[in-house]
């Protein structure tokens, strides 16, 4: 990836990055860690990699995209605004009365979001149908979603997998987004997944195991992912909860919490001096 690519899309992902404490801090609720633990993966996803378009949000032909842990909705708003499907200053009305940035995706207010999540396990398995139906309808649009960690230890992601191997869903590509923390403690003592590579190649899925805030790998991985026939793709990310603010980071407190206004400066000004 060229050095002026590579700049472009660390300075969407800080500015994603910047966009989710903005919300989380005014609604004084949310979910900032693994919101930032997927911003640089969300990033590649809405600026390289996926067709959509905001002046036509529901446009047949897009690319789909399901956030099925859905809790983590900062970092999608924070995507869609950063792209244009609304004005940035919505992102401080984030689970406020009226607002239309509910503290989870709903698919009937937010331009943009394609499918309401946040009952854990669900949103993928509607991506699977997404998949299903572009193949039934002869379409040739791909879908996304990202799955948190903890997420997968939910019973219907397993059966979502084998639904998506059963009907060789080669357009559909899963990201596992693994920060190993989870609103309990780590995700491997809470209730141990692993191993997710194994499991999912004997789900039948094509596995590619990456560093999810490496731009190149991230890139590498979805270009591979296009050229697998005949199977979905699962894409393991391991990445930092909280990535970018240096007391968020892999602190399970910051699974469900917002930073007081000492808190939100400092952070602010950590994302602020990568770019």
């Known amino acids: 990836m060229e050095q002026e690519k590579l700049n472009q899309l660390k300075n969407i992902a800080a500015n994603i990055r910047l ?4 919300g989380v801090h005014a609604a004084s609720s949310g979910h900032p860690g693994g919101s930032l633990s997927i911003a640089d993966i969300i990033t590649y996803l809405y600026f ?3 067709n959509v378009d905001p002046k036509n949000p529901k446009d047949e032909g897009r690319d789909r995209f399901v956030l099925s842990k859905g809790h983590t909705a900062p970092a999608l708003y924070a995507a869609l605004a950063e792209k244009g499907f609304f004005d940035k200053a919505a992102l401080k009305t984030l689970r406020h009365v009226d607002s239309f940035l509910q503290g989870h995706p709903d698919m009937k207010g937010t331009p943009g979001v394609d499918m309401s999540t946040g009952s ?3 949103g993928f398995s509607s991506a699977c149908g997404m998949a299903l139906a572009a193949k039934l309808d002869g379409k040739d ?3 996304y979603s990202i799955i948190g960690d903890g997420e997968s230890e939910e019973g219907q992601i397993w059966e979502a997998c084998m639904f998506a191997s059963h009907y060789k869903l080669d357009n559909l590509v899963a990201i596992f987004d693994w920060n190993g ?3 309990d403690g780590p995700v491997a003592e809470v209730m141990n997944p692993t191993p997710h590579d194994k499991k999912l190649e004997a789900f039948g899925f094509h596995v590619i195991s990456i560093d999810g805030h490496d731009f190149e790998q991230i890139a590498a991985a979805f270009a591979e992912a296009k050229t697998v026939k005949g199977k979905p793709t699962a894409i393991i990310a391991k990445t930092v909860k909280g990535k970018g603010v ?3 980071e892999n ?3 910051w699974h469900g919490s917002a930073p007081n206004d ?3 400066e400092i952070a602010v000004a950590e994302i602020k001096a990568t770019m």
């Not at 966009?19 to 903005?22: A, F, P, Q, S, Y």
């Open 120 to 122: 854990l396990g669900l």
């Open 48 to 50: 390289e990699e996926m």
């Open 181 to 183: 923390l989870q609103i």
């Open 262 to 264: 000492e808190q939100y």
């Open 246 to 248: 240096s007391f968020m």
């Open 251 to 253: 602190q399970v407190g």
């Open 19 to 22: 966009g989710i404490l903005e």
């Open 141 to 143: 649009y791909r879908t």
